[in-house]
């Protein structure tokens, strides 16, 4: 399913953080992201202090 991010809401949000939110979003369980893939997605990981 595609999502619409409204650019009033989402306009400074990044286009992996809409990626990642729109996984996150997925009805389908086998389809949807895991805990550890977004955990693990680039713009989660990036951020994060090692």
Not at 25 to 42: F, I, S
Request: proline share 8%.
């Amino acid at each position: 399913m595609e999502y619409e991010f409204h650019p009033e809401y989402w306009g400074h949000v990044s286009p992996e953080a809409k990626e990642l939110v729109s996984r996150m979003l997925t009805k389908d369980t086998k389809a949807r992201v895991t805990a550890a893939e977004a955990l693990a997605h680039p713009w989660v990981s990036d951020r994060i202090p090692i």
